[in-house]
């Protein structure tokens, strides 16, 4: 692993080996966490360019398998999903072990070689059965204790581009992927 990383424990660049498919929450992990609402009451949210070219790095360079699961129902989402090429997204979920069944029936990838990354306890029930598990900086305590890795990013604010580019740096991809930018 690179200096970046170098604080990652043995466990954590182990697991991040393993990722076939890389399931992310919304609100507070690819948002800030903030609800914003505009004058007609509708829901804004903002996203990072940053964890969005992330997210296709890890699809182009490494053929990881992109999902979302989110509790809340908004079509932005589907929108960021559809210009990131998120092929599988789960919204209004509240029982997100429903939403990680089918997921693992529609893909047929194992739960070991998933990852996940969070901030709240509503995301336990599939961030316990995963392979790699990540949480945000600014998450919730009791999520942060059972991550494999901390991002040093806010949830919003790079963090998972900061998970991204760690999964590509495990797997051996990162270093070609960032040759092909600067040839």
């Given at each position: 692993?690179?200096?970046?990383?170098?604080?990652?424990?043995?466990?954590?660049?182990?697991?991040?080996?393993?990722?076939?498919?890389?399931?992310?929450?919304?609100?507070?992990?690819?948002?800030?966490?903030?609800?914003?609402?505009?004058?007609?009451?509708?829901?804004?949210?903002?996203?990072?360019?940053?964890?969005?070219?992330?997210?296709?790095?890890?699809?182009?360079?490494?053929?990881i398998a992109t999902a979302i699961i989110t509790?809340?129902?908004?079509?932005?989402?589907?929108?960021?999903?559809?210009?990131l090429g998120i092929a599988h997204v789960f919204?209004?979920?509240?029982?997100?072990?429903?939403?990680?069944?089918?997921?693992l029936e529609q893909t047929g990838i194992a739960?070991?070689?998933?990852?996940?990354?969070?901030?709240?306890?509503?995301?336990?029930?599939?961030?316990?059965?995963?392979?790699?598990?990540?949480?945000?900086?600014?998450?919730?305590?009791?999520?942060?204790?059972?991550?494999?890795?901390?991002?040093?990013?806010?949830?919003?604010?790079?963090?998972?581009?900061?998970?991204?580019?760690?999964?590509?740096?495990?797997?051996?991809?990162?270093?070609?992927?960032?040759?092909?930018?600067?040839?």
């Amino acid at each position: 692993m690179t200096d970046r990383f170098s604080k990652a424990s043995a466990a954590a660049i182990a697991n991040a080996r393993q990722v076939r498919l890389m399931i992310f929450d919304v609100d507070g992990v690819l948002t800030d966490g903030g609800l914003y609402y505009g004058p007609e009451g509708e829901p804004v949210k903002r996203f990072n360019a940053l964890d969005g070219h992330g997210i296709k790095m890890l699809q182009q360079f490494a053929g990881i398998a992109t999902a979302i699961i989110t509790a809340r129902q908004s079509p932005i989402v589907l929108r960021r999903a559809k210009d990131l090429g998120i092929a599988h997204v789960f919204q209004g979920v509240h029982d997100k072990r429903v939403a990680f069944a089918q997921l693992l029936e529609q893909t047929g990838i194992a739960m070991s070689a998933c990852g996940y990354l969070g901030d709240d306890v509503i995301d336990l029930p599939v961030l316990t059965k995963v392979g790699f598990t990540a949480c945000v900086v600014n998450g919730h305590h009791d999520v942060k204790q059972r991550a494999d890795y901390i991002t040093e990013s806010a949830g919003g604010n790079g963090a998972a581009r900061e998970v991204c580019d760690f999964i590509l740096t495990a797997q051996g991809y990162y270093e070609a992927a960032l040759a092909a930018y600067l040839a």
